[in-house]
Structure formats: C-alpha cells, structure tokens
C-alpha cells in the first residue's frame, strides 16, 4: 500500500532519499513524479500507530489533557459568567483597590501557568520516554528498510 502525500518535499540536503540523488540533478526541485519515501515506510508507521506502546502514550496524553483543558474551560467560562450576571459580587473589594474580579482574573494567569507546569512535568514523567523509544524504534526500522533497498551498510 502506498501513500503518496502531496506536501511532501526532498530535503535540500537529500539525506532522506533512498537512491542517494540529492534532488541537484533537476535543480532542487521536486517534480510529482519524483522522489518519494518507499512504500515500506508507510506500512512501518503504520505498525507503530496500532502498536501498543503507541496507544500508550496516547492514553497517557488524553488522561491528562482532557480533564486538564475542561476544568480550565469551566474555570474561564466560570469567572466570564461571574462577570456578566454578578457585577456586584465581582465589585466586592477585597483589599484596598483590589476586588473580586481583579483577584479572579489574576487567578486565570496563575492557573494558566500551573496548567503548563503540570503539563510539561506530566509529559516529562509519564510520555517522554516512551515516545523517545517509539522514536527510536521507527527510525531503526526506516534506516534497516533504506540499508536493505541499497544492498549494504549506508554509513
């Protein structure tokens, strides 16, 4: 099975060819006939995708994001409702100059930073690695297919 996709490009440098042209010999550029990353490519991401590792980390990201973006939709949408149909409330002082709603909307700039705190140290503790490995994995078996298709070592 093959996919051809429209948007794809030979690198400047053509380190990603299989043929080992680099794209100089019909000046750079990338005719619909050209070069195109090897039908095997495809079937190897497509592996990786159904793998369960894959799943894995995508599950992991959705564990988090999901919650994590509608709790902050309810606390903006929240804090926007307060606003429009409590002004009194929001016009309370709290302390001195400081009201409800200038303690409210600073709330918004500090959870927006804690939310991406959380974020990067959930991607860091329970996703990373495992996309690394993933990573890795696909890149050795693209490199193994293209060593193949050229008989030989290509390093």
């Known amino acids: 099975m093959r996919f051809d996709d429209p948007w794809y490009e030979a690198s400047a440098a053509g380190w990603d060819e299989g043929d080992g042209r680099d794209g100089a010999a019909d000046g750079g ?3 619909p006939g050209g070069p195109r990353p090897a039908p095997g490519v ?13 799943r894995e980390v995508r599950r992991r990201y959705r564990r988090f994001v999901v919650p994590a973006a509608l709790a902050f939709l309810l606390w903006y949408l929240a804090y926007v409702v307060a606003a429009t149909t409590a002004p009194g409330l929001m016009a309370r002082p709290v302390a001195g100059a400081v009201n409800v709603a200038m303690v409210a909307g600073l709330g918004q700039f500090l959870t927006t930073f804690l939310l991406t705190w959380a974020y990067a140290r959930h991607a860091r503790l329970r996703r990373d690695r495992a996309a690394l490995d993933l990573r890795w994995d696909t890149q050795e078996l693209t490199r193994g297919l293209t060593e193949q298709r050229a008989g030989g070592s290509v390093r």
Do not use: G, K, N
Request: charged letters at 25%; aromatic letters at 12%.
């Open 42 to 54: 495809a079937e190897i991401y497509l592996e990786v995708h159904r793998s369960e590792a894959f």
């Open 29 to 31: 550029a990338s005719s």
